[in-house]
């Protein structure tokens, strides 16, 4: 083969190499849908391709967590609008009882309706979700109340609210302590459910009077508890609304990097198809002239 030949030869070698490398990857990426596969696809691109799934997977976690805390907090505001309900319908039954015309008898079938309702604020009280009680702090994994002697209520929780992480440096709280909803500040509701119970069925007028004022107690306090649930579920959602809307943004971050544009790669594969079939034809025409001229 002569000098001119060979550097012919050596060309459309390169140019065919080339064109399949490129055919296959063209084929690689409408296959695989994706442009950027490993490093030498692209360094800077998949580079920044492994922060961004970095920061997705953080970002789901989050969202995860709030999911989690949010389970809790609709269980807690649903179990807080039985409370209020039984706690009505207490009163209206302490109303009845405190009139003149309610014999004791009566104030005793009626302390059998009520002893019922304070055990349904008990079950209530005891809340759980997957397993966890949700009104006893950071004891889970206790039962937080439990009747002792008579009507007497215990609290086996803590006083200590439990958060949970939501970006990098911010917690949100999920959990409020049984002892600040029941037996908070303002009155020990069970307590006073109690006390009712003893002056019903000791048909003591006054002790049942004085119930009413401890029931409007329970009420407001029980009140500003679904406050701060509904506080509590409202920032949940804002902060999961806000990393819904990072994952959307890193997502498109992924996909301009990472993802392969179909029409260009089929293009291209077509292009590259023709290249290399002008490509083995110019191939085999220098090779077969070479041939002729060497067996000349």
């Known amino acids: 083969?002569?000098?001119?030949?060979?550097?012919?030869?050596?060309?459309?070698?390169?140019?065919?190499?080339?064109?399949?490398?490129?055919?296959?990857?063209?084929?690689?990426?409408?296959?695989s849908q994706k442009k950027v596969q490993r490093p030498s696809d692209?360094?800077?691109?998949?580079?920044?391709?492994?922060?961004?799934?970095?920061?997705?997977?953080q970002t789901d976690q989050w969202v995860r967590n709030i999911e989690f805390g949010q389970a809790r907090v609709d269980a807690a505001d649903?179990?807080?609008?039985?409370?209020?309900?039984l706690i009505t319908r207490i009163r209206e039954l302490t109303i009845q009882a405190s009139s003149d015309t309610t014999s004791a008898q009566g104030r005793t079938a009626i302390a059998q309706e009520v002893r019922q309702l304070h055990r349904q604020?008990?079950?209530?009280?005891?809340?759980?979700?997957?397993?966890?009680?949700?009104?006893?702090?950071?004891?889970?994994?206790v039962r937080p109340f439990a009747v002792t002697s008579g009507d007497t209520v215990a609290y086996s929780g803590n006083s200590e609210t439990q958060s949970i992480a939501v970006s990098e440096n911010q917690t949100v709280q999920i959990l409020v302590p049984g002892s600040s909803i029941f037996t908070g500040s303002s009155t020990n509701i069970f307590d006073s459910v109690r006390d009712l119970l003893t002056a019903l069925e000791g048909n003591n007028r006054?002790?049942?009077?004085?119930?009413?004022?401890?029931?409007?107690?329970?009420?407001?306090?029980?009140?500003?508890?679904?406050?701060?649930?509904?506080g509590l579920a409202n920032r949940l959602q804002v902060t999961k609304d806000g990393l819904d809307t990072a994952k959307l943004t890193i997502s498109r971050a992924i996909s301009e990097n990472q993802d392969a544009d179909l029409a260009t790669a089929i293009t291209q594969l077509r292009l590259q198809e023709v290249a290399v079939d002008a490509a083995s034809q110019a191939f085999t025409r220098i090779f077969d002239?070479?041939?002729l001229n060497y067996l000349r």
């Open 78 to 85: 649903q179990a807080l609008g039985q409370v209020q309900d």
């Open 42 to 57: 692209d360094p800077r691109a998949f580079g920044q391709i492994v922060l961004d799934k970095s920061a997705l997977s």
């Open 1 to 31: 083969m002569r000098v001119a030949d060979h550097q012919i030869y050596q060309t459309l070698l390169g140019n065919l190499q080339r064109s399949r490398s490129q055919m296959l990857e063209a084929q690689e990426q409408i296959s």
């Open 121 to 141: 604020l008990v079950h209530l009280a005891n809340t759980e979700v997957a397993g966890q009680a949700i009104f006893a702090g950071t004891k889970t994994d």
């Open 289 to 291: 002239q070479s041939l």
């Open 206 to 230: 006054t002790g049942i009077e004085a119930a009413i004022g401890n029931l409007d107690l329970a009420t407001a306090q029980i009140s500003d508890a679904q406050g701060t649930i509904g």
